[in-house]
Structures are given as C-alpha cells and as structure tokens.
C-alpha cells in the first residue's frame, strides 16, 4: 500500500482476563517507564487489549535482552491479551541507533534471512490458537511501497526536529555524527505503531527501556495523527551488580540460537550469576510463581553456597528457551563431568560444547601421543610437568573419572567418548577436554 488508511477495528473476541496482570508485572520488575499507569491498568482489565513488541533482524538470532521481551508478551497472552509479533523486516535493514556508533548495513537477502530466523525464535514462546491467537508480522510488508513523498507528508510532519534531537541517544552522537538514516529511525518504529492502530486495533507497545523514545514517538503520532489514545511501557535493562550491561560473554552476546551459543553454556551463565541478582533474574526470565520464586529466595539466603537460586534459574530459563530434554542433558553432563555420573552415555555434542566452555586441548590422533602428564599440563590444569605429576602421586589426577596412577600413562582409541573425546579433571572441581583429531 502506498499511503496508511484507516480501516474498521476487527471485532474484539470474549477472554479471561487476569486482573492481577499489571500488579505481577510490577513486582517482578518489569516495568520501568509508563505513559498512564493507570489508564493502562483501566484497559487491561476491560478486555483483551491488543499490543505489539518488536525485534529488529540485525544479527542472526535474538538474545537476552530481547528474550526479556518475548516472556512479557507471553505474560499478557497468558493473561487474556492479544500479541502482534513484530519482526522488522524494513526497520532491521537501517538498525536503531546505538551509542557506540553507526550501524553497518546489512543486504536486503542478508536482513530477510535474519527475519525467517527471528520468526522461527519467537514462534514457540506464544500461541497462535484461541480466541487471542498471536499475530506474526513484518513492516516490510507495509513500508516497502511507501513514497518518500507520502512518508515525509504523512509521518515527518507530525515529528518536531527539536524533540528528535533531544533523545539521549542521538544527543550523544551529535558531536561524532549521526547520518539521517539512524536520525529517522524513530519515524518508521511510530509508523508501525500507527499502521497495526488502525488496521489492527493495537493500542499497547512495550519494548526495552532504551527503546522508550520510539515507544512515546508512536504513542505521540497516534494521538496528533488520528486522535487516538495508545499506551506504551518499557522494561528496565537488566544489568550486573556492578551496574553493567548483562547478555555479553566471552564468546559474545547471549544468543538464543544454540548453533551460536551451546545449550551447555546458556546454562552455565545462569548456574553462575551473582547471589545478589537471582531473585531479581527469577522475577524477570521464569514463570514461577510469587510463593515459589520468595520460597527459593529464602533457601538461598540461608544457605547460599548451595546455590539453590542459580539452579532454578538455569533450570527454569533453559527450558524455556532449549527444552525440558536437553537441559536434562545438559544436567546429566554437569554431573558426569565432575565424577557424578557415566560419561560414556553423553551425547558427543553435549559433552563437547561442556568441554569446549570448560577448556579444551587438541591432540593429534595420527600422532604420537601425549602421557597424562602432558595433557594436564596442555589443558591447563597443571602450570609444569612437576606439579602435573604430583597431582597424580596425590590421587588426584582423573581420565574419563577413573583415577590415575601412573604419570607416564598413555591414553589409547579405547578411552575416547563419542570417539574424539577424552575427560582431564584435577581434584573434585577442575576439568577440561581432550579432542583428538
């Protein structure tokens, strides 16, 4: 379509609606900004309001940050709400402007890619079936044959410059620079909050707390452009103790995409956040319910070394995200791995991305091969030989969980797991991996 028309509001279908929604929201943390709490409040407990939340395609997959917004839209649809699922199919080839600097541009086929895969992320948190069944769209489909001339007519003019230029985000690229295609980005996020007003009936975008600009932007051109009224709130960022960003590791981002980042280590960096965060992370990232969540806070508080937040957390989150089968994988391999368990019924993948996230060494399977000694030493487990080899007089050199005796042992094909792998552990708490080639 070429210019955006108005259209009849699709009828609004009967469903329960949870009452307590905007409370549990509140208590968990997720709301951090709110145009009209109240007037929010009013319309949620009405009827099914009809919302949208949307994920720009600029990497290959999501991660935390936007897994934040996935489980709130899923919160509202378990509430009786109704969600139109956003994939920015034209706002993901220009990219929100971020602080650091401007964006690189990715191809049309690259961006289309992206989105198929962003699509396929979102699809299982939400259900399309039942009277508020999800909406999957893509602005693509409404910006592609839009004429600068109708855009500038029907969207710029509602967009005073001097407001543009106040957000913190472009105010902090003024002086470096910032092109015009990252300036109008907030042009097109409020024209998709206009378009899915009027053809859809949405009247509530969220989205995280950096994003609040875009969200007012949309609320704003809804109310000088059509008189409607629209409702927007954000969710706070999550960051660290210390106040820094969380969702970066040593590999990257957190991603939810397990070719980018193994179901094993999702897992781990919720095993390993601060004792500090986990009631606050448990709120945000997990179902459980107020009891359960103020019940496993009280076990960790009295007895924090048993770590019985971080294990509901990983527990909770990487089902969500990877499935109840292979976090139990994932659990049996922790185990096995520091002597718990059979390492020989571990599926080579997840005992290789354990060992890899652990540390790993490689060794050359035509080649002569290395004592145990040598492999401590190469796996990092041992700093010299000497050390390496009293770890083995002490007893508390291990392969494959059997212990060592001898420091001059050569390990053989028959000790390989899943036929590449061997497993070094010092002591109750230290391993590492073996890959032989």
Known sequence: MARLTRTSRPERFPVNIDPTLLDDLEWRGLIAHSTDLDALRAALSEGSVRFYVGFDPTAPSLHMGNLVQILTARRLQQAGHTPYALVGGATGMIGDPKESGERTLNSLDTVKDWVERVRRQIEPFLSFEGDNAATMVNNYDWTASLSTIDFLRDIGKHFPVNRMLARDVVKSRLDAGISYTEFSYVLLQSMDFLNLYRDHGVTLQFGGSDQWGNLTGGVELIRRSDGGKAHAFATPLVTKADGTKYGKTEGGALWLDPEMMSPYAFYQFWLNVEDEKVGELLRIFTFLSRAEIEEIEAQHAEKPFLRAGQRALAEQVTTLVHGAEETERIKAASAALFGGGDLATLSPTTLGAALREAGSTTVDGDA?????????????????????????????????????????????????IGGSWLVLRRGKKNFAGVEVR
């Open 368 to 416: 002569e091969w290395p004592t145990v000694v040598d492999l401590l030493v190469a796996a990092g487990l041992a700093k010299s030989k000497g050390e390496a080899r009293r770890t083995v007089s002490e007893g508390g050199a291990y392969v494959n969980n059997v212990r060592v005796d001898d420091p001059d042992q050569v390990p053989t094909q028959d000790d390989l």
